[in-house]
């Protein structure tokens, strides 16, 4: 090839991806975190309506802002939507540029998209280890120096599923330079039922800090693309400039408005995640399979050595699961609760699978 391309590309990872899968039916889907539930019947009512207006551009943006600042007693002003909430990262780095600040302060592991996005816009990532597998807010204050620009905290943290309590968030913002940006990263926030979980709207109008949130995970509409960010007006104002336009399409507009209003379905699935982790929990502490409890959607296993070969045998069996070896964890796969038949189609493969 003829094209000269610069060396920091050519250094970005590619993001690992799920195994590839014939997609025919018979699969057990637990390597993405997914809901599987299906998607708010709402939601989908709602997409039917829309398809006759396709021939337009999208201008209901506006509509599902205003949704999410009733319900987080915000302005329309604080809220930004996304093709996912991957975008508002990327437009976080891209609006953040600035001479002499190209830091990116990292938990590791975490979620894999942080650093490949940072380089992409030519931050430095700068890596902070978990303690115990959990994000400590503290520690990363520690790693601040004069050229970091952002930090991201995943909150709970992917791929561990846990996560740090509000007085942990405090104590974090009451060290952090102004001239930070703070990515609190909440795409599993729904899952949580610990009550130290922060509130971290209380924090955006005095502190630089913008929370993400996705309508991928608890509301079931991975497959549209759509999150949103919150923070103080300002910053959402420069986000907004370097943002793309129309860059959430109709349907998944539509879709997330109505997915808000479905409490009925959001019960339904926050109810079916706690029963499914206690079985799978009961059902692996009957092994005697170490497990590490998680306040997500998905939860680590510890099977040893040879994460990869058990991922491969179950995989053999079209049972889905995320090998943790790309983050440096080899001895675990991470599961993502299913619907009944499908954890115990996981615990029955995984019988099978172990050494």
Excluded: C
């Amino acid at each position: 090839m003829r094209l000269t391309i610069d060396k920091s590309i050519k250094e970005i990872p590619y993001y690992p991806k799920a195994a590839l899968y014939g997609g025919d039916s018979g699969w057990v889907r637990l390597s993405s975190n997914e809901n599987p539930n299906g998607p708010s019947p709402k939601a989908v009512e709602s997409i039917v309506e829309s398809v006759f207006a396709l021939n337009r551009y999208p201008e209901s943006e506006y509509e599902l802002k205003s949704a999410l600042a009733g319900k987080y007693a915000l302005k329309p002003e604080n809220i930004i939507i996304g093709n996912g909430s991957n975008e508002i990262i990327e437009t976080s780095f891209r609006a953040l540029r600035y001479e002499g600040k190209d830091e990116a302060l990292l938990p590791a592991p975490s979620f894999a998209f942080y650093p490949i996005a940072a380089k992409i816009y030519g931050y430095r990532p700068k890596i902070v280890p978990l303690r115990d597998l959990k994000i400590e807010p503290e520690a990363m204050a520690d790693e601040i120096g004069e050229r970091t620009r952002i930090v991201i905290l995943n909150n709970p943290n992917n791929p561990t599923g846990t996560i740090f309590e509000d007085a942990q968030f405090r104590r974090f913002l009451e060290r952090l330079p102004d001239e930070i940006l703070v990515v609190v990263d909440e795409a599993y926030a729904e899952f949580v039922d610990s009550p130290a979980f922060p509130r971290s709207t209380d924090y955006i109008a005095d502190h630089p800090v913008l929370i993400l949130r996705t309508f991928s995970k608890a509301y079931g509409l991975a497959g549209l693309r759509v999150g949103y960010g919150i923070a103080g007006q300002e910053i959402v104002s420069y986000l907004e400039r370097t943002k793309q336009p129309f860059s959430v399409n109709m349907m998944a507009l539509v879709a997330a408005k109505a997915a808000l209003t479905d409490e009925r379905y959001l019960k339904t699935v926050l109810e079916g995640n706690r029963s499914g982790k206690s079985y799978l929990y009961r059902a692996l502490t009957e092994m005697g399979v170490p497990f590490y409890p998680s306040e997500a959607n998905f939860f680590l296993i510890k099977v040893g050595p040879g994460a990869d070969d058990v991922t491969k045998r179950l995989f053999e069996a079209k049972v889905l699961v995320r090998s943790m070896s790309a983050y440096d964890l080899p001895d675990f796969i991470r599961v993502t609760v299913g619907t009944a038949d499908e954890n115990r189609a996981f615990i029955e493969a995984l019988r099978r699978s172990l050494p």
